[in-house]
């Protein structure tokens, strides 16, 4: 049994049940998901502050949570903490963004970002170029107006997210349209029917791509730049996260 | 059920049937495998010319078997004719160079692609550079000296492999090797405790990418670069191909 | 005498004709052309699957002329099968886009490539990509909307393409215009006067080029990645190229 | 009076007193230094986890002195938090890192980066990329083997990295070498007679870069992707950070 | 005291008399500046022609005042003859404009130049290439009509030239603005109300960064890129740039 | 009859009259050499000062002979003043290594350029940087002892330019070689059996790309970055060039 930590690095239980109820059919068989939300944080990370506050707490959870996981995914688009906790966790970890990115990448040369908040363009902007993906990102488009809740963002904003996957496809050349951000779970599958090209649910790619990796076994590096760190002593740090820094480097032992 | 059409764009038919024999276990319970060798062509494709060949009967052979498969894997490292199988498909097309550095680049910053042919060389590149993975391509680490035979040549150079393996990480960065090749097929999981990052098995990579595909259940672009060309006559191509290039653009339906 | 080879790797006979009418009064005294039209594929190549089809064929027919050329011109703008030939042949072999772009480089920083059809516009850009020339690329314009005749395509659009050339100089920074695709052979020198930066004829060109390499007379590589690749076994390929593939690597000799 | 906080994210006192002992005679007469450690975290962040960890870390310190100074400096080499710290803060914030490879550009097309440890790799190539510069980057070289001391690595390795400089220089391309990390602070001037070429003090470069902005005193962005975000509720943050994230965005008022 | 040359490499010395009456209230206590202006040349350099002519006048002026300064600002945005300057003087030499986006890199992500003569654009856009600073280029964005004098350009168009700082805003992602060109020195301090992000001036900046330089105190490379060039004869030249070509390497003897 | 002006910015007459005798017998019958050396400046060109001064010359000794040529070669590889040339000339101006450059592109995807001191290797870099060939350049290999004499350096490094070309091939992936520098005029064709890939003599490509332009025969840009500048006083510069910027821009009147 493969143990998929979903982890929700935003406040909102609600965006994590609605990631799990949209996950869970995808499932394979020798899966099983295991939800966490963030105890501390914001609702929905937005800015580069708030994910650089959010990849500290990140680190926390994975810490905390350590053995009672087989691969990790980091729930946010914009993948908070994702190099530091590949490099510390023995086990695989990815980001929502990341496995979005990837797998659209397969349906065509060029992607769009279509979301919800101005506020996330430089978050997302970084996120691609932190991947190597700037090549193959057609464009971000963004809403520019408020919303009225968190939890029916997708539903309130359904026609003008259509709009601006459309107007991706028509004026920056996008192949693909991945609908990014956890709170938009769900709503590829919804209007698939009124995009011209393939849309990515997100949150089904990390699954998958969790899945793939768990197919691979990679074993944990002891070398290049994400072998485990060499034990280090820290202060005033979660005792989960202290005990981790501190661990010696150990590789995974191989799959039976 | 999910038909994945496993094409080896080589006329090597013990190269086939090594794919399948690694791929196999790793299939979820709704997938299949179809597994078809190159009816012309050379028994490994490793130069531009070879490839050049080879992407015109990737394109014959898809079309023949057009209504047989639910998705295809080009099962070549090189991908030869992939984009204009993507094009012309109404089902998902992978190729096996792409699965694999698209799974690598979850496992570390940059992969090292090691292989058996020095002739492989500029293909290999190409292929990197086509998919936009150039920067996190850390190096392309290839054995110069003859080898026996195809179907051994896995087990004849094992050990130079590794080295080559030991050279691109602690000379060239990488954080992740794949060993690139059908012909190397099922070597991975062989030498992955003596190699000290990650090493990816590009045939199992490609057929979870291809589940994963499936679960996204892409609708065929009617925009963007990959949409359905419009028809076109043509002049002394295979039958299956001339119909295919004839055909009306459709939307693949929708999976009920 | 320096026997050039015209291969149009469309099967229009016609557009063939204009090619070799509009380059003939450019060629120096000491040189001939050779024109040949495909005998297989579409009437004009547009999409990846008809490059990719395409280039095989370019390998096949220049295969079995082997012998009664000097240096190889493939006039279809989109240089189908170039890198394959390049290799294998022991002659130059230059593409059309290949050498209207590189000639463009001459007369101003970034040109813009102006043709007739959308269809064509992924594989004019993955031609300047292949070619590492994406920086000097100001813009791909083309027009979207049917087109009566291939042969008269050039009359019939001639205001809209001179339209599409203003946009390329005043929105995109053009310095420079090259029409693209063989059907629009000849227009250059008619539209000059109407357009306000230096509009280059791709054959003419391509002529030149030709000539060029001619002049420096290159050695066949037998080191780099264009080397003539090792002799290899094929199955069900035409006789010539069977022949070429098998064939030892030789060097050219020097011209006396 | 210029008040600029020199925050050393790293918990050792003896490098943020060794970095005021440095820094403190190129003040200019209108400046003064506010010297701050951090209160949790590494004795010196090395990795991508410990990066990540200390750009919280960075955030809260910030945000509870907000008030206390005219511009920051965050005293590690690789800049932790510093785009969310330049987007909340209502003053200018720059990193150890950036402000000696800007300065570093001045002296010459392309530095190197020499420091004395390997782990540090990955932190400081992210952060040139972050910075865009890696175009400018002629090469990182660390030393591979354990220190005695922190307080003391400057001592104990200076004929090692002076080595190391020398191979930057020759091998590499340097024009110039930044020795980087906060406890080799003042060792560039110890050494400079012995190097080749320009050595930047990084330091030094953050102390005057700080006044260069203090003197074009930049208003606070209220547009563009450092404009202060918009205010938002979070859960289990200190009260400084949890306050400042709350508040309404305000320009700076101008100087008088 | 460190004496500052700021060669205005334009004819106009209405111009370097503004330069110099907005830089001076910023210069530190032990800084003096040595205004210069260009002997030959245009009034102001706007064409790739011009900064060619300009470059080698630049040589000119600071081999015939060498010795009379410590550092030399070049102080046209453009940086004429920059490269060549800093590879043959003693002292650091920089530019105008590479000083200010250096700056303004320290304030944004990306920012816009924003200047009053189209016949600009191709002169910056070459600059920020030859500093590698392209990625962090928004956009240049120019005015393209006549002005009355050069004198009062900056009052003339000033309502003009923030309506197209908006524009970099609000249209090409710009976090910072640089108003561009010395004859509009001065400006910054008079708009930036007017404009939602920081807004660098020029001159300012380069002053500070000179001050900078000067306390880093770099010795003369010896090695790398821009060590002085070995001693050559020359013809027709100027005598101080004759003597100067001549002159052996020498190193800068360190500051006392 | 196509008046070709070689320009040599160098002031050696010797390597003036090896040019002309390389290149001659290259020429096709329509064409004249008119060889013309410079007044001014040093007996090579080498460093980015040297390279600054020549840039001027270019201008003044083009703007003295316009009218007498239908086309210029800069005969110094790096190209002196190319772009500024082509900005104000008439007629199309080329550069030696721009020429020879876009020549090898056509003979392998990757080009070394070698040559006698280590001196060339900034100004070279660049100069591929300036023409956006940075992808296409496989490596600058140079030799870093003295020579003899200019006239004869061909001759006396002869066997270690070899040696050098052969490192670019086997160690830095080159297809072409292109001997660098005018003196090195002739010495491809004597060294072209004993190099495994195609050796460019620049020279010649220069001479036979100035035919290919004349059989373009472009019209002279009046929009685009290469428009004629609009008239401009100055003050102080040689009389014809004087002249020249001060002329009205007029279109090059067409062929008849």
Same mark, same amino acid.
């Given at each position: 049994m493969t143990r998929i930590l979903l982890f929700?690095?935003?406040?909102s239980t609600e965006v994590t049940d609605l990631l799990v109820r949209v996950a869970r059919p995808f499932l394979s068989p020798g899966s099983t998901l295991v939800p966490v939300t963030a105890p501390r944080g914001v609702s929905y990370i937005a800015t580069r502050a708030e994910a650089a506050i959010a990849s500290g707490i990140v680190l926390d959870v994975l810490a905390e949570r350590e @053995?009672? /996981?087989d691969i990790a995914i980091i729930?946010? /688009?914009?993948? =908070?903490?994702l190099g530091g906790a590949r490099e510390l966790m023995s086990v695989p970890v990815i980001g929502l963004a990341e496995a979005a990115m990837l797998s659209a990448c397969m349906l065509g040369q060029r992607f769009s970002i279509v979301s /919800?908040?101005?506020?996330?363009g430089p978050w997302f902007r970084e996120c691609a170029a932190m991947h190597g993906l700037v090549e193959r990102l057609a464009s971000i488009r963004l809403l520019d107006e408020p919303f009225a809740s968190l939890a029916n963002v997708q539903d309130e904003k359904e026609e003008l997210l259509i709009d601006l996957s459309r107007k991706a496809i028509d004026e920056?050349?996008?192949?693909v349209i991945i609908l990014a951000?956890? =709170?938009?779970? @769900?709503?590829a599958s919804r209007v698939r029917e009124r995009v011209s090209v393939p849309v990515v649910e997100s949150i089904v790619a990390a699954v998958k791509q969790a899945e793939l990796l768990a197919a691979l076994n990679p074993k944990k590096a002891s070398a290049g730049t994400f072998r485990r760190p060499d034990p280090k002593a820290s202060l005033g740090l979660s005792p989960a996260l202290e005990r981790l820094l501190l661990a010696e480097p150990a590789e995974k032992a191989p799959s039976p």
């Open positions: 929700n690095p935003n406040t @053995g009672s /996981f729930a946010a /688009f914009g993948d =908070p903490g /919800f908040s101005r506020a996330l920056d050349g996008a192949d951000g956890a =709170p938009l779970a @769900g709503l």
